[in-house]
């Protein structure tokens, strides 16, 4: 198991936290960050002794914060084992995308009738993030991942909003985990059909906008796929 932090007081510190964040709140965002940018790959065990030891804390506030990653889906508890992170296979793939498909779509038609400058100037701020090439590719995929968030959160659907956050969760990590997705999501094509969304919200035309991230939708769909059997998938 590799456990990794950035933080700038040396290896195994918790990071600076707000009064409200408790330990293994803290410990939780910390290795959600690694599976989410595959820092931690599918199929790896992680042991509560070893975190514990690493972040300096008693093993409670770590098998709380496993059993929280455990709740999203992101690890699967191994039986006098530890904790494994969740594999990803071609079924996963293809059940989050036809989900998103079901709830982006009508989700961006509703942002489209909230539209205001805010929501598009924010919109606009991403795009300049996802497709600038000297940004580093966490930083890219992420403003891609906000986009799609930003969208749902403005349809005021609290519940398909976090909804959706947990299926953009799985399509980060395959952007970290195979090449091809990477290529795609600088690619011309995608800048479009993001350009083209935000068009058709800026216009408050919540019949195009539905469309157009349907079609959005179904592209990235089969690129996804195409990246999962490709060189370098996770086959």
């Not at 990803?88 to 400058?117: C, H, K, Q, W, Y």
């Not at 300049?128 to 659907?157: I, K, M, P």
């Not at 970290?176 to 058709?200: R, Y």
């Given at each position: 198991?590799?456990?990794?932090?950035?933080?700038?007081?040396?290896?195994?510190?918790?990071?600076?936290?707000?009064?409200r964040?408790?330990?293994?709140?803290?410990?939780?965002r910390?290795?959600?960050?690694?599976?989410?940018?595959?820092?931690?790959?599918?199929?790896?065990?992680?042991?509560?002794a070893?975190?514990?030891?690493?972040?300096?804390?008693?093993?409670t506030?770590?098998r709380?914060?496993?059993?929280m990653?455990?709740?999203?889906?992101?690890?699967?508890?191994?039986?006098?084992?530890g904790?494994?992170?969740?594999?990803?296979?071609?079924?996963?793939?293809?059940?989050?995308?036809?989900?998103?498909?079901?709830?982006e779509?009508?989700?961006l038609?509703s942002?489209?009738?909230?539209?205001?400058?805010?929501?598009?100037?924010?919109?606009?701020?991403?795009?300049g993030?996802?497709?600038?090439?000297?940004?580093?590719l966490?930083?890219?995929?992420?403003?891609?991942?906000?986009?799609?968030?930003?969208?749902?959160?403005?349809?005021?659907?609290?519940?398909?909003?976090?909804?959706?956050?947990?299926?953009?969760?799985?399509?980060?990590?395959?952007?970290?985990?195979?090449?091809?997705?990477?290529?795609?999501?600088?690619?011309?094509?995608?800048q479009?059909?993001?350009?083209?969304?935000?068009?058709?919200?800026?216009?408050?035309?919540?019949?195009?906008?539905?469309?157009?991230?349907?079609e959005?939708?179904?592209?990235?769909?089969?690129?996804?796929?195409?990246?999962?059997?490709?060189?370098?998938?996770l086959?």
């Amino acid at each position: 198991m590799k456990i990794q932090t950035t933080t700038p007081s040396g290896p195994g510190s918790m990071p600076p936290s707000g009064e409200r964040e408790s330990a293994s709140e803290r410990v939780r965002r910390l290795i959600r960050t690694q599976i989410l940018t595959a820092q931690l790959r599918p199929g790896e065990i992680v042991l509560e002794a070893e975190l514990a030891q690493y972040y300096g804390l008693s093993k409670t506030p770590v098998r709380e914060a496993l059993q929280m990653l455990t709740v999203e889906g992101l690890v699967t508890v191994l039986p006098r084992k530890g904790y494994m992170v969740r594999t990803l296979g071609i079924n996963d793939v293809r059940e989050v995308m036809e989900l998103r498909l079901i709830l982006e779509p009508p989700l961006l038609a509703s942002a489209a009738l909230n539209t205001s400058n805010e929501l598009v100037s924010e919109l606009r701020a991403l795009l300049g993030e996802q497709f600038n090439q000297e940004l580093s590719l966490e930083t890219r995929v992420h403003a891609a991942r906000e986009f799609h968030l930003t969208c749902a959160r403005a349809s005021y659907n609290d519940r398909a909003a976090t909804l959706v956050r947990i299926l953009t969760d799985e399509i980060n990590r395959l952007h970290h985990l195979m090449p091809m997705v990477e290529d795609h999501i600088s690619s011309s094509t995608e800048q479009a059909a993001h350009e083209a969304i935000l068009d058709s919200i800026a216009r408050g035309d919540a019949g195009a906008a539905e469309s157009l991230m349907r079609e959005h939708l179904v592209e990235s769909n089969a690129a996804m796929i195409a990246a999962f059997y490709g060189p370098g998938s996770l086959q």
